[in-house]
């Protein structure tokens, strides 16, 4: 018997004849268990943390999969998979309002944190107004940037 994560496989071996028959917990995904893909999928899509959901898992006695393998989905399948459905819906949004005959209102926002908090970097977003469509998000780094009166005052004396 093999377990692995939220997976176990069982291959039945008949000693009398040929017969043999692999039974599994769930099925594959390119050599992958479905739920342990589903359940990093789950929490990354959440918002929430492989670490709190493992520990609430270990806590109700649910084998789960390791962070090892919640980064591994996440880095070399989910991720990508959303770039690229994002990239994708991204050129069709832009492609339609490039042909579309007439103005295209559109306003921009960042966010970068909360007043009082230091953040290095922040979103800014590019929205179409009237469908509420996101049309671009950059990351950007927040530069700060101080003004000093008395420096003011001395070059324009």
């Known amino acids: 018997m093999d377990i692995s994560h939220t997976f176990a496989s069982v291959l039945q071996h008949c000693p009398n004849c040929e017969f043999k028959r692999r039974w599994v917990t769930q099925p594959m995904i390119a050599n992958i268990p479905e739920g342990n893909l589903l359940l990093s999928a789950s929490v990354l899509f959440s918002g929430s943390s492989s670490a709190k959901t493992n520990c609430i898992l270990s806590f109700m006695k649910i084998n789960s999969i390791s962070q090892s393998t919640f980064y591994h989905h996440s ?35 960042m966010r970068a944190d909360s007043p009082g908090h230091c953040a290095k970097y922040g979103s800014y977003t590019v929205m179409k107004l009237v469908s509420n469509r996101v049309i671009h998000i950059s990351l950007v780094k927040v530069r700060t940037f101080t003004f000093n009166a008395r420096q003011s005052n001395s070059r324009n004396v």
Not at 76 to 105: A, M, Y
Request: glycine residues 6%.
């Open 75 to 109: 880095q070399n399948l989910l991720q990508p998979t959303i770039l690229s459905l994002w990239n994708d819906t991204q050129k069709q949004l832009l492609d339609w309002l490039s042909k579309r005959p007439g103005e295209v209102i559109v306003s921009g926002d």
